[in-house]
């Protein structure tokens, strides 16, 4: 008689069980904002990419949990080769990321040979590779004001970002045609009706949006310049255009204030990202529990992409 296998049992006090495998493991959980609030009270630190490639950058724990998704993982594991660097699901992919195949990235930057590629953090180890400087959106304009006005650069893979950063800047870019499926379903029509409920509200925006929208804000930034953004600004009201777990942190950060969670298009949930959701709890204890999923990248892969990495966060020195 053959008797079905039993799962085990997990703990009733997960949290607790978490922080004593992170003790046991010398680990630490870095998680960005979009993550669902269990899993950014858990955390160790709780960021935006620069932030949390900065802190990958200078952790001494032996195993690094990223609760976030692919691109940021891997992006821990090219920082740092000899740690162990855990990923709660490893379904946790990124629209953006697979909007760029490498093949078709390699194709489109030979057409450019005299160009210098700027690729914005969410890409995959391969487009890193590829890649002369990283940025995020928290220093995606400071590090394309750096580069010299005669210098011709293609920019990649948010063609939303990079066409902020032009804006911006007023250089002209090369740009790859990639999008984010949760800041391209924020409806330009549903956000005007908002306003008209709302309008001592300012509007707040992640600069992936699309125009119309970046138009109607009041201030865009990223998730980390959002955040400070709402804690030192007069206003009381925010209509918080980026994926809605960052309005977690803002609560605790601004107690008194109302955040209201920008409209998707037919009013569909579609502004929560599903793949930074697939992050829960329960994984992230099974994950420091099993000591996987883990994240590997070829080391050649890894060499290649470490160069744009480092030279992102030496151009960042003086961006808080």
Sequence with gaps: MFLPVQETALPKDLVGAIQALKQELNAVILAHYYQDSQVQDVADYVGDSLGLSRQ???TNAEVILFAGVHFMAETAKILNPDKLVLLPDLAAGCSLADSCPPDAFAAFKAQYPDHLVISYINCSAAIKAMS???????????IVQQIPPEQPIIFAPDQNLGRYVMKQTGREMVLWPGSCIVHETFSYQEL??????YPNAQIIAHPECEAPVLEMADYIASTTGLLKYVQRSDAR???VVTE????????KAAPDKVFIPAPATNGCACNQCPYMRLNTLEKVYLALRDRQPEITVPEDIRQKALVPLERMLAMS????
């Design 56 to 58: 990958a950058s200078q």
């Design 132 to 142: 002369d400087i990283i940025c995020t959106s928290s220093n995606a304009v400071a």
């Design 192 to 197: 005007v009706k908002l306003k008209v409920r």
């Design 237 to 239: 009201e925010f209509i």
């Design 244 to 251: 809605p777990g960052i309005i977690h942190q803002m609560q």
């Design 317 to 320: 020195a003086g961006i808080p």
